[in-house]
C-alpha cells in the first residue's frame, strides 16, 4: 500500500453530511447572513479561479504572506519560466531570490521545489488534472501526500481552482472566529476544525456559498475578530458568538 492509500484508509477528511439538526447548522446560517448584511456578497469571479496546479503553488508558497503578494509571485514564476516543470529545475537560490516577497522565502522555496518534484515523479508532468476523477476526500488525501501541503492547501486546491468543490478552507483568520464563535474547540487545529465543520455546514449550500463563506468570515477576522483586541461591541457577529455574548456581559 502506496503512502497516499494508507492515508486514504486511515484518515479521509470528512465530507459527509450531518444526521439530524445540528445547532451549529443554524449558527452558521445566521452567521452567514449577519456578514452579507454587514460586508456584501463576496463572490470569486470566474476568471479568479485558476487551474489546480497554479493554486497549489499560490498555497505552498503563501504561509503567512499577503494574498496579493503570492498571487504575484505565482505569476511571475509562471510567466517568467513558461512550465511548472522548468520552475522544478530552478536552483534553489535562484527559486529563493524569486519568492524574496513572501514572508518565509527559504521556506516557501524547498517546499515549492520538493512539492513539484514529487508531482512530477508520480504524474510524469506537473498536472493534477487526475484529480477530477477522484471524489474531493481523495483528491485532498492525495494533495496531503505531497510535501508542504495540509488540510488548508489541499480544501484551497479544492475549492478555489477551477475544480470548484465542496470544501472549507480555514486559515488562521477563519480558525480564530469559529473558535471565538464557539463552533470548534478553542484548541482545535486546522484539520480537526475542517473535520468537525464541514459535516455541518448547512446542505443546501453549494461549493460557491462555501467559497463565499470562506471568504466572509476570513473578512471578519481581519477586521472586527483580530487576534488582539478584538472589537466584539461593534462586531456583526456578535448575536451569534460565545464570546462576543460574554464580553458583553462582563462590560455591564
Not at 478555489?160 to 474547540?185: C, E, F, M, Y
Request: positive net charge; charged residues 20%.
Amino acid at each position: 500500500m502506496n503512502l497516499a492509500s494508507h492515508k486514504l484508509a486511515t484518515h479521509v477528511p470528512v465530507m459527509q453530511l450531518s444526521l439530524g439538526t445540528d445547532t451549529r447548522t443554524d449558527t452558521l446560517r445566521c452567521v452567514q447572513r449577519r456578514l452579507i448584511a454587514q460586508f456584501g456578497r463576496i463572490v470569486r469571479p470566474a476568471d479568479k479561479r485558476r487551474d489546480p496546479v497554479w493554486t497549489l503553488v499560490q498555497g505552498v508558497i503563501g504561509a503567512r504572506s499577503k494574498t496579493a503578494i503570492s498571487n504575484a509571485s505565482t505569476d511571475r514564476l509562471l510567466a517568467d519560466f513558461g512550465s511548472w516543470e522548468a520552475v522544478a529545475g530552478l536552483p534553489l537560490e535562484t527559486l529563493k531570490d524569486y519568492l524574496a516577497n513572501q514572508t518565509f522565502p527559504d521556506l516557501s522555496a524547498s517546499r515549492l521545489k520538493d512539492c513539484l518534484w514529487e508531482i512530477i515523479n508520480r504524474c510524469g508532468a506537473a498536472n493534477l488534472s487526475h484529480l477530477t476523477d477522484m471524489t474531493t476526500a481523495e483528491a485532498m488525501i492525495w494533495l496531503e501526500s505531497l510535501p508542504g501541503v495540509a488540510r488548508k492547501i489541499s480544501a484551497g486546491v479544492m475549492s478555489n481552482s477551477t475544480l470548484k468543490r465542496k470544501a472549507l478552507v480555514i486559515d488562521t483568520h477563519h480558525r480564530r472566529v469559529v473558535q471565538r464563535i464557539g463552533l470548534v474547540p478553542p484548541k482545535a487545529d486546522t484539520t480537526r476544525s475542517y473535520d468537525i465543520l464541514m459535516p455541518v455546514l448547512p446542505p443546501d449550500w453549494s461549493a460557491a456559498d462555501i467559497d463565499e463563506h470562506h471568504l466572509l468570515v476570513k473578512k471578519l477576522g481581519q477586521t472586527y475578530c483580530r487576534p488582539s483586541s478584538p472589537d466584539c461591541a461593534s462586531c456583526p457577529a456578535r448575536g451569534d458568538c460565545q464570546t462576543g455574548q460574554a464580553s458583553g456581559k462582563q462590560a455591564s
